[in-house]
T-cell receptor
Framework: DAGVTQSPTHLIKTRGQQVTLRCSPK?????VSWYQQALGQGPQFIFQ???????QRGNFPDRFSGHQFPNYSSELNVNALLLGDSALYLC????????????FGSGTQLSVL | LAKTTQPISMDSYEGQEVNITCSHN???????ITWYQQFPSQGPRFIIQ???TKVTNEVASLFIPADRKSSTLSLPRVSLSDTAVYYC??????????FGTGTRLQVFP
């Protein structure tokens, strides 16, 4: 049973470019959350998708957008990249419901030059 | 969402018991307390979750006093592989979980 898988593992972009990160949830999970983790900090919630809709959103600009597909996989898109967007981007999957624990992928390390 | 406060770092030696305390003074009635562990360049991993009193699983115990304004994660007989960052989270469900900066545990031989 594969856990949460993310691709790519590493990515280098330049300022102003756009990037798409991908996530496949753990088998049986229907909810995907995205987090941004800067070096030395805890993960910061970006948004959560369930039933192909954005359900919750953290304090991130609309340069950050996402999508969930019918097979529950998800994409995170970031437009007009800034140097400050350099971080580890984590995808977490869960089963919709109260207090269902999150299963995290290993993340995509994004470097913006 | 309840805010949590944890020590920034802790040191221990192999074989010792480690207790990490988390303060969450404004915890709500429906909030659960959840702890995650994170190794470098990996995503956080669920350790344990509780609502009140004591919860124990194969890797840790979680102690929650009656007022629920704090909780203590107990790791018995730590090894070098327990060196990681430990996060305490409080919330009603998995929506918008707020991670703090966590507690960086360093285990020495």
């Amino acid at each position: 049973d594969a856990g949460v898988t993310q691709s790519p593992t590493h990515l280098i972009k330049t300022r102003g470019q756009q990037v798409t990160l991908r996530c496949s949830p753990k088998s049986g999970h229907d909810t995907v959350s995205w987090y941004q983790q800067a070096l030395g900090q805890g993960p910061q919630f970006i948004f959560q998708y369930y039933e192909e809709e954005e359900r919750q959103r953290g304090n991130f600009p609309d340069r950050f957008s996402g999508h969930q597909f019918p097979n529950y996989s998800s994409e995170l898109n970031v437009n007009a990249l800034l140097l400050g967007d350099s971080a580890l981007y984590l995808c977490a999957s869960s089963l919709q419901g109260i207090n269902e624990k999150l299963f995290f992928g290993s993340g995509t390390q994004l470097s913006v030059l | 969402l309840a805010k949590t406060t944890q020590p920034i770092s802790m040191d221990s030696y192999e074989g010792q018991e480690v207790n990490i305390t988390c303060s969450h003074n404004n915890i709500a009635t429906n909030d659960y307390i959840t702890w995650y562990q994170q190794f470098p360049s990996q995503g956080p991993r669920f350790i344990i979750q509780g609502y009140k009193t004591k919860v124990t699983n194969e890797v840790a115990s979680l102690f929650i006093p009656a007022d629920r304004k704090s909780s203590t994660l107990s790791l018995p007989r730590v090894s070098l592989s327990d060196t990681a960052v430990y996060y305490c989270l409080v919330g009603e469900n998995t929506d918008k979980l707020i991670f703090g900066t966590g507690t960086r545990l360093q285990v020495f031989p």
